[in-house]
């Protein structure tokens, strides 16, 4: 398993300024997911982040609006920048465990005013 | 692009129930999850299906594949207010990417 913990847990932000969101892991891994939930919704994966690689972005998602750091296999950051109302959502990191699951942190719940 | 979409979206179902949630996707998959989120919470691993014709319970819940049907199901036996939440399920890419892609959700009420 990992234990999984994200900081900050919550945040009120306010439009045009940028939010940095840390994403520590219990144990070494090689791939880190950031994912969306607007409210109400399913999630949506963001940007894979691979240690010792530039982060892979999916589509509608851009580095300059969420830049993504993996200094080591155990820690991640992913960045909301220039935020705007639409950011509101909840952010969460989530790690694959070979021949386990897909685990998940807690989330940051960002509200943009 | 691969689509996952669950059905229905919404359920209301009174306690001692049984029920069936769908999770259908578009293309081949190897590996297919079912998560449970409760209000304001995080995800919480159910079930990792690995292959076809696999089954896996826990408790009242128990999950299935079909990969030659592109399909999964979620089968609540005898509901408790316990159960209440909302259930994702997630189909995982192949190749080394090794990313989800999550269904709609089902939020799940029982009512007592």
């Known amino acids: 398993s990992a234990v999984i913990s994200q900081k900050p847990s919550r945040d009120i932000c306010q439009r045009g300024t940028s939010l940095t969101i840390q994403c520590q892991v219990d144990?070494?891994?090689?791939?880190m997911f950031w994912y969306r939930q607007q409210p109400g919704q399913s999630l949506t994966l963001i940007a894979t982040?691979?240690?010792?690689?530039?982060?892979?972005?999916e589509s509608g998602f851009v580095i300059d609006k969420f830049p993504i750091s993996r200094p080591n296999l155990t820690f991640s950051t992913l960045t909301v920048s220039n935020m705007s109302p639409e950011d509101s959502s909840i952010y969460l990191c989530?790690?694959?465990?070979?021949?386990?699951?897909?685990?998940f942190g807690p989330g940051t719940r960002l509200l943009v005013l | 692009e691969l689509k996952v979409e669950q059905n229905p979206l919404f359920l209301s179902m009174q306690e001692g129930k049984n029920y069936t949630i769908y999770c259908n996707y578009s293309?081949?998959?190897?590996?297919l999850y079912w998560y449970r989120q409760d209000p304001g919470k995080s995800l919480e691993s159910l079930f990792v299906?690995?292959?076809?014709?696999a089954v896996k319970q826990e408790g009242r819940l128990m999950a299935s594949l079909d990969t030659k049907a592109r399909l999964s199901t979620l089968h609540i036996t005898a509901a408790v207010h316990d159960l209440s939440a909302t259930y994702f399920c997630?189909?995982?890419?192949?190749?080394?990417?090794?990313?989800?892609?999550f269904g709609t959700g089902t939020l799940l009420a029982v009512q007592p």
């Open positions: 997630a189909v995982k890419l192949g190749g080394a990417t090794n990313k989800l892609i």
């Open positions: 982040a691979n240690q010792g690689s530039e982060a892979t972005y």
């Open positions: 299906l690995l292959s076809n014709g």
């Open positions: 144990s070494q891994v090689t791939m």
């Open positions: 989530s790690v694959e465990v070979v021949r386990e699951t897909q685990y």
């Open positions: 293309t081949t998959s190897d590996r």
